[in-house]
């Protein structure tokens, strides 16, 4: 936490993962031996302490991972696995919901991208928000994914317009801030105006850029063979100073959680150098001029 603080950061996004198997019903998470320590309710909880005792707020963001696909495709092919889904996901995010009430967590996310499942079952959805909203006392996101925000059908249920903001902008190997401030100028005007419609902020749950070539586009095809992408930390730092000049200020904007900080800085896969964390390279800096402003 204090290197977290030290670069100027006042929010942490806590992030439980479950997981779900493509094409089975079943949401597996907090399994003794087989989650990681941060993943227990005991992990989480210790977590969450400490970045209160260290002055920080905090998002619980409870998260999904599908092996091998995404949960944006996350699909069955009958209302009996589906209702098999539902019935263990909503029992995973009460359960977190209770911990996040129970430790007077600031913020809590409902979701993370699931753009096949809103779209098929929304009024599951919508159930489980109120169900949501019996049990945690503070306030609601959920996360879409960053070219389906617009379609999200239960708005008017949640206290922020949350997203991850992975928006390409620029393909270039070392893209400049200026060409990245000039491709954020029309998803700002959507994004704000989506804003004033709804009468809601809008959140980035996830913003974040490799420390790769081309780390201005689209950063999750440059995720595959990421050990084979050149290093380079003026692309993520640029990209980072752009996202930031761009959106500091803007009154409907709420900020954003930075995918991604490790604690032991080991990154995805082994390739810290070459990862979405910032810490020991240029966009350190940028982070730490930003963040003070505020």
């Given at each position: 936490m204090p290197a977290v603080c030290e670069v100027g950061a006042n929010w942490i996004a806590v992030v439980p993962y479950a997981y779900t198997r493509r094409g089975?019903?079943?949401?597996?998470?907090?399994?003794p031996g087989w989650h990681w320590w941060g993943e227990q309710p005991e992990g989480v909880c210790e977590t969450i302490r400490l970045a209160h005792a260290a002055g920080l707020r905090v998002l619980l963001k409870p998260q999904v991972y599908v092996p091998g696909s995404w949960t944006g495709d996350l699909t069955f092919h009958n209302d009996t696995d589906w209702s098999l889904w539902e019935e263990q996901y909503a029992k995973y995010i009460l359960d977190m919901a209770r911990i996040a009430d129970s430790l007077r967590v600031e913020m809590f996310c409902i979701g993370t991208e699931f753009r096949t499942s809103i779209a098929q079952r929304p009024a599951f959805w919508s159930a489980l928000i109120a169900q949501v909203r019996q049990v945690y006392r503070g306030v609601l996101t959920y996360s879409a994914n960053w070219d389906d925000w617009e379609f999200v059908p239960f708005w008017e249920q949640v206290d922020y317009i949350g997203l991850s903001a992975y928006f390409p902008l620029v393909e270039a190997d070392t893209p400049q801030v200026a060409a990245l401030k000039a491709a954020w100028r029309p998803h700002v005007q959507r994004l704000r105006d989506f804003s004033r419609r709804w009468q809601k902020p809008v959140l980035f749950t996830e913003f974040g850029y490799l420390s790769v070539n081309g780390a201005g586009g689209r950063t999750w095809e440059l995720e595959k063979n990421?050990?084979?992408?050149?290093?380079?930390?003026?692309?993520?730092?640029?990209?980072?100073?752009?996202?930031?000049?761009?959106f500091q200020g803007e009154p409907?904007?709420?900020?954003?959680?930075?995918?991604?900080?490790?604690p032991h800085m080991r990154g995805h896969e082994g390739y810290p150098e070459r990862d979405y964390t910032p810490q020991g390279k240029l966009a350190e800096q940028t982070l730490r001029k930003w963040y003070r402003k505020h």
């Open positions: 089975y019903p079943a949401v597996r998470y907090a399994v990421i050990q084979y992408r050149p290093v380079n930390e003026l692309a993520q730092a640029n990209c980072l100073e752009a996202l930031l000049d761009t409907w904007w709420a900020g954003g959680f930075l995918w991604k900080w490790f």
